[in-house]
């Protein structure tokens, strides 16, 4: 296992390996002084460059990146979305929790659409049927569960049985699944160099531009190889990557899961992946499969999980082909042609956090799964927060803030511990 490093994953996003050849924007060079300084170009930090020139259109920002936009963990991401997220163990107990975190989420969601909509964004934002699919009793009892709670808030959701998946996603390896109608898929890829590409122009976007030092003297000092940018307020948009800068050492891990996507198949085997044109499938269980079909002929899975470092690219493509030809034995001849990491800001009671961490310096991360739409909510009401804008008490409280995790080699040792027992509770979900 590697170390967590802040951009090069051992493998490219196989969702930006499809996508046409890209020209970065220019590595930062000399001497800058601006007003806001983002740093890290993935969903948060887009949506806060966005909004923080909506709000300050004369002011000048800078937004860097230490990789490219599209090879992070936003274009490395299984591409499911939607404006109401709910725990893997919904029950009446959190039920208010979920409606509490519901209009942020909605807010987040369809800003986001609606810049995907005017900017004419080409990343297959469709609204797709996302299936939870269990496939032992725990599983089960969590979606039968899951979906009354859904039927008292007024969700529309539906209990498929196995023989309805066979006939829509192809598979017979689920005994049932909860169909939860209001839900999105999109190519993530596409959708983060769409969000970064369609910027003002006013924005000064620099990628391959690693922030390797943060100081204040006054303002903020921002040293890049190369480079050093004075900042009076600086956005830390880097997710897991906030521990590099000291941040939140006791709040968050970097925890990697991984994909693949299969080849393009041939008619004969794409048609034999289910009656529905777009579905998805989420595990009823953390440590569980997520799967989904891209466009008419490849089928992506994603799973496994690692501590702060990424697994070996052998273990990881034979864990996910076993994943993958356990649910579609009749396409098992069908190769992966993309496996690929991504990182993730774990933290242990699954909040993000979000706000101000010092005089003019802000960060917000630590979405887990769902930074598509949270990422973009916090970063939006961020930029919000920055320029005195709009009310965000109920924010923090609908969200909560990470709470403490132990030192090394504490936290090492937990993290371990607590992935065996939720492995094993995932069964045959993993
Ligand atoms: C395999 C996988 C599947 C997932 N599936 C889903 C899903 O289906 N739906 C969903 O909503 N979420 C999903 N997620 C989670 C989602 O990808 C993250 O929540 C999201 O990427 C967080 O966005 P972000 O902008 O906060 O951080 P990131 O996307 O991690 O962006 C941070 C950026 O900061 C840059 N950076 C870091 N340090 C520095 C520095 N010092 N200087 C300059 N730049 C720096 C990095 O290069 C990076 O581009 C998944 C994640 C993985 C790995």
Known sequence: MTRSRVHDFNAPSGWNAMLPPRRPNPQAAG?????????????????AARRLHELDPSADIMLLDAGVVGEGSSGRNSGFTRPLEFPMELTRANAGRVQKIAPFLQEGFYWLKDIVERHGIDCGLVRAGVIRGAATDLGESRIRTASAVLDELGYE??????????????????????????????????????LVDSL??????????????????????????????????????????????????DRTVATYTYAALTEAMAPEDAGRTGSMTHWGILP??????????????????????????ELSPSAVRAGLT??????????????????????????????????????????????????????????KRLAELMTGHGEHAGLTEAFGTPSWIAPEPFRRIGYHVIARKERKMAGAER
């Not at 006939?167 to 160099?193: E, K, N």
């Open 200 to 249: 003002p122009k006013a924005i000064a976007v620099h990628e391959r531009s690693q922030v390797k030092k943060l100081s204040r003297r006054g303002n903020w000092h921002l040293e890049l190889d190369g480079a050093t940018v004075e900042a009076e307020r600086v956005v830390l948009a880097t997710n897991a990557y906030v521990k590099h800068f000291g941040y939140l050492v």
């Open 284 to 309: 009823p269980h953390k440590m569980g499969t997520t799967c989904r079909r891209f466009g008419r002929d490849r089928l992506m899975v994603r799973s496994l999980a690692s501590y702060e470092g």
């Open 322 to 379: 076993r994943i993958y030809q356990a649910r579609w034995p009749h396409l098992a001849h069908v190769k992966l042609e993309h496996v690929w990491g991504g990182a993730t800001a774990f933290t242990m009671n699954g909040a993000p956090w979000w706000g101000k961490f010092d005089e003019g310096l802000y960060s917000a991360g630590g979405c887990n799964g769902a930074g598509i739409t949270k990422g973009t909510l916090l970063g």
């Open 157 to 194: 959701n539906q209990i498929l049985g196995r023989e309805e998946l066979v006939d829509r996603v192809a598979t017979s390896y689920y005994r049932c699944g909860l169909l939860v109608s209001d839900s999105y898929l999109l190519q993530p890829a596409a959708l983060i160099r769409g």
């Open 31 to 47: 001497r800058h002084r601006v007003k806001y300084a983002v740093v890290g170009a993935g969903y948060t930090g887009a949506a």
